[in-house]
């Protein structure tokens, strides 16, 4: 069965930066895409990005291109997502989801809590 | 960007009920809808795929249809394990976009 296993939680100071892993456990990992969705507390679902191995691509949202990064690591069959110059409002559970070209989210990480605060 | 917006935010029903959320898009997303279940404390699950299909493993009362702009998510005869966080997400197009979503509470 197929497990996205995420790093732990983060406390960082405003204006750095953090560094999420999400390693694939007992499944494929180069045919899927990879994507990471943000949850802040009490509030909704945020896609922020993602990326598909087999094709080298990577598309991000808006509001946070130019400050996010997602790469993904073949040869230990992990995903990353990097966040520069850390807000008070990047403080959320972020997720890890499995996706395909379709861009449905089968299979998703128990979270990684970001906070940051001065 | 697609937005979209689901009703109602939340609601109160019945162990037994029958519950019907409607997610709206912006623009025609042809059948590109996308269900997702979030538990308290919990990561999202996807329950049903382009606007019918259901996931594996996830119990035939859970039920989508619409098309175009206008999505419903069913769920006939409300269980226990239902109460949760219901998410609409559109996979049409880039950026992905989520639904506010709607939490079914025990009434």
């Known amino acids: 069965q197929v497990q996205l296993v995420q790093s732990g939680a983060e406390v960082k100071k405003p204006g750095s930066s953090v560094k999420v892993s999400c390693k694939v456990s007992?499944?494929?990992?180069?045919?899927?895409?990879f994507n990471w969705v943000r949850q802040a507390p009490g509030q909704g679902l945020e896609w922020m990005g993602g990326?598909?191995?087999?094709?080298?691509?990577?598309t991000y949202a808006q509001k946070v291109q130019g400050r996010v990064t997602i790469t993904a690591d073949e040869s230990t069959n992990t995903a990353y997502m990097e966040l520069i110059s850390l807000r008070s409002e990047d403080t959320a559970i972020y997720y890890c989801?499995?996706?395909?070209?379709?861009?449905?989210?089968?299979?998703w990480g128990k979270g990684t809590t970001v906070t940051v605060s001065s | 960007d697609i937005q979209m917006t689901q009703s109602p935010s939340s609601l109160s029903a019945s162990v037994g009920d029958r519950v019907t959320i409607t997610c709206r898009a912006s623009?025609?997303?042809?059948?590109?809808l996308n269900w997702y279940q979030q538990k308290a404390g919990k990561a999202p699950n996807l329950l049903i795929y382009?606007?019918?299909s259901l996931q594996s493993g996830v119990p035939s009362r859970f039920s989508g249809s619409g098309s175009g702009t206008e999505f419903t998510l069913t769920i006939s005869g409300l269980q226990p394990e239902d109460f949760a966080t219901y998410y609409c997400q559109q996979s049409y197009s880039v950026p992905v976009t989520f639904g506010g979503g709607t939490k079914v509470e025990i009434k």
């Open positions: 989801a499995r996706g395909d070209l379709r861009w449905i989210l089968d299979v």
């Open positions: 382009e606007t019918s």
């Open positions: 990326i598909i191995p087999i094709l080298g691509s990577t």
């Open positions: 007992g499944g494929t990992f180069s045919s899927h895409g």
């Open positions: 623009q025609s997303i042809v059948t590109f």
